[in-house]
């Protein structure tokens, strides 16, 4: 069986916002136990020019339902970025992750067809479905991702690789 776009996206998508959510579990037993106010907790950067937690959370999600919904041709949904604590970022993901699985795989698998134009900082940028997905989507999906597991490793939440990775596919 050939490789596909949308083998390469959703399940990937699912896999990654799982294990963030895991993380955020694991970070709000930590909080907990040391009576920080998660509210605080979700305000940690690495570095002061650098988003929080909660954006780092929040964005990661943005790219994978972006990204399912360019692919698919259909209207991803908005949300207010307004998340302030780990009950609330968790919602964020069990949300995308509600629409990312509610998006037919065969519709994904067009997106290897179709061209996705978005604004960039630049301007305006038109790339090729798998383009997209593998230079833009997946690298900027994967850096929220990243960056928020080394915001909550630097804070001491005990993390290691397979938290990152999380539950690997049959």
Known sequence: MPF???????????????????????????AEARKVEPAVFCQLRL???MLPLSR????????AK?????????EAPKYADDERDFAQLQERIARTLDFIRSVPK??????????????????????????????????NFFFHIATAYAILRSNGVELGK?????????
């Open 4 to 30: 596909s776009i949308d083998q390469a996206s959703v399940p990937v998508f699912i896999q990654f916002l799982e294990s963030l959510a895991a993380m955020l579990g694991k970070a709000a037993a930590h």
């Open 47 to 49: 570095f002061p020019d």
């Open 56 to 63: 780092q959370v929040s964005l990661a999600c943005d790219f």
């Open 162 to 170: 397979f938290d990152f990775i999380g539950s690997l596919p049959a």
């Open 66 to 74: 972006l990204a399912t919904a360019r692919l698919a041709a259909v």
């Open 106 to 139: 065969a519709a994904v698998a067009a997106g290897a067809e179709r061209i996705v134009t978005m604004k960039l900082a630049k301007g305006e940028h038109s790339f090729a479905g798998p383009v997209y997905l593998m230079h833009m989507a997946l690298p």
